[in-house]
């Protein structure tokens, strides 16, 4: 092998490394930003006046979210009930946060039965644009596809073995 092909050689193995290295912290931080904040609610009412409870977990070590507005929805987002700008608006998670029982949440206009208020499809929004849609049924959970479920049961294999990834 003569010097120029040893060179050649060092050069796009440097190479080949710095892309698997970038492209490792891309996927690193993508995780991250998946599983940092969970959102699940519950249904609370007086008389006729419906209203969720959340359940708000920023799970980050270092980031703090801001919160934007809830959207109602039904029949997977296609109806639009109402949208909440006031109740959850400029709310901080701060990181390593739980978050949720001290809101007093406006009721949800149009909804006066538990079963309208089952039917509801609710979505939180962050400041940055980011959303959490929750299934109607019951106590809402996130909807999630199998990659981000993935995602969260790996990221609590890493908690419960106190592997930090922050």
Known sequence: MSLWDEVLAIFLG??????????????IQW??????????YNWSW?????SPNFDIRNRSNSRA?????IAYTRNEGKEMVWIDNDSLWDEELKPGSIRG?????APV??????????????????QNGRQFWLKG??????????????????????????????
């Not at 039917?119 to 929004?125: A, D, I, N, P, S």
């Open 14 to 27: 440097d190479i080949f490394a710095s892309v698997l290295l970038v492209f490792l912290y891309v996927v």
């Open 31 to 40: 995780f991250l930003r998946a599983t940092d904040v969970t959102v699940s």
């Open 46 to 50: 007086k008389g006729t006046d419906y």
């Open 65 to 69: 979210y801001l919160l934007a507005n």
């Open 101 to 105: 029982r001290d809101w007093t949440l």
């Open 109 to 126: 206009k149009g909804i006066a039965t538990t079963q309208e208020a089952l039917k509801l499809e609710v979505g939180v929004r962050l």
């Open 137 to 166: 049924q019951g106590p809402g959970q996130m909807k999630m596809g199998r990659t981000q479920r993935t995602a969260f049961w790996l990221r609590e294999k890493f908690e419960k073995a106190a592997i930090t990834l922050e």
